[in-house]
């Protein structure tokens, strides 16, 4: 099984930065895209940033010019580095991925447990 765990987040100011990250480990033979998503109280979780394993990254309009998204394919794990911190950018995070396991070369998308950010005006 492949496993995502998440760490990096907290409390932040207005204005400031926090970077998270995101390691998978398991039976893993080849992770196609990481992506982080977030989940604010009472609305549903939405895409923060995608990358695929050559590099290709998607944002929402949300957090363009202000998050990046970046990978170590031979750490498997993911990074989202956030500045210019907003108080609507509070949220859980969480990481996700998909590629095939190592021993069936069978399809896995997993997420994290997922961290708080929490952005104090």
């Known amino acids: 099984q492949v496993q995502l765990v998440e760490s990096g987040g907290g409390l932040v100011q207005a204005g400031g930065s926090l970077r998270l990250s995101c390691a998978a480990s398991?039976?893993?033979?080849?992770?196609?895209?990481m992506g982080w998503y977030r989940q604010a109280p009472g609305k549903q979780r939405e895409l923060v940033a995608t990358?695929?394993?050559?590099?290709?990254?998607n944002y929402a309009a949300s957090v363009k010019g202000r998050f990046t998204i970046s990978r170590d394919n031979a750490q498997n794990t993911a990074y989202l580095q956030m500045n210019s911190l907003k108080p609507e950018d509070t949220a859980v995070y969480y990481c996700?991925?998909?590629?095939?396991?190592?021993?069936?070369?069978?399809?896995?998308?997993?997420w994290g447990q997922g961290t708080q950010v929490t952005v104090s005006s």
């Open positions: 996700n991925a998909n590629g095939r396991e190592a021993t069936r070369r069978a399809f896995f998308n997993v």
């Open positions: 398991g039976s893993i033979f080849t992770i196609n895209a």
């Open positions: 990358i695929t394993s050559g590099g290709s990254t």
